[in-house]
Every structure is written in C-alpha cells, then in structure tokens.
C-alpha cells in the first residue's frame, strides 16, 4: 500500500477511510491502534499516530480514553460526502466543461456514459 508519492500519513489516514466506506471497520468499533498500523506498514508510529490524527480532527475517529481510538457514528457518511464532493471536482467538472465545449447538451452525456458502462459490462464478462 506504502508506494506512490504521497505521504505516508495520508495514505495511512485514506486507508483507514477506505475501510470504514466499504463496511470492514463499522461506525462504534474499535479502530486499529497507531502501534497496530506502524507495526503492520512497519512505519514510526509517531507517522501512524500523524494520519490517526487527520481522521480525529475530521470527526472520522474518536477517543475514548483509555480504550482507543473508534469509528464515529455517521463517519461513513461523512467519509462518503467527502468523497462525492472530490470526485464531482476532479471528474464531473472537467467532463461537463469539455462536454459543454463539444456541443453536448447533459442527455448526451448520460447517454455516453451508459454506452460506455454497457462496454465495460461487456468486457468484464468476457474475461
């Protein structure tokens, strides 16, 4: 997981996110402790705690003294808001700009991307 260009705490902090958006950490379970996750991606901890710390300051993570860290209720829709807003910035934007550039009106672009999944769907199949 440790290997593209960002740093580590974000990564760490984005797996995390990552876990409790597909349902492997449930909202008021424990979350992995910093030695945990310096133990298993063999980091400092102090660089575990970093991206802890991201999740905590999010509303992502709470503590609780004494236990530990834990997912927060509602933290997985926070975590998938979030992710919604990024990704409308980073591909519907660009794609409804060129769109508008190229003439094509929003039926349109549906239009592309359902022939476009139906590709996909197809390919998949095939392997």
Not at 3 to 11: C, K, L, S, T, Y
């Amino acid at each position: 997981m440790i290997d593209d260009g960002r740093a580590i705490f974000q990564q760490i902090a984005d797996h995390v996110a990552d876990s409790i958006i597909d349902g492997t950490l449930e909202e008021d379970t424990k979350a992995p402790s910093t030695n945990e996750l310096a133990a298993f991606y063999r980091i400092n901890p102090a660089t575990a705690a970093k991206g802890i710390n991201l999740l905590v300051d999010k509303g992502v993570l709470t503590k609780r003294r004494g236990i530990g860290m834990f997912v927060a209720v509602g933290a997985r829709e926070l975590l998938r808001r979030e992710r919604q807003d990024v990704f409308a910035d980073r591909y519907l934007k660009p794609l409804l700009i060129e769109a508008r550039r190229l003439g094509l009106s929003p039926d349109d672009v549906i239009a592309l991307i359902g022939q476009q999944t139906a590709t996909a769907a197809a390919s998949t199949a095939r392997s």
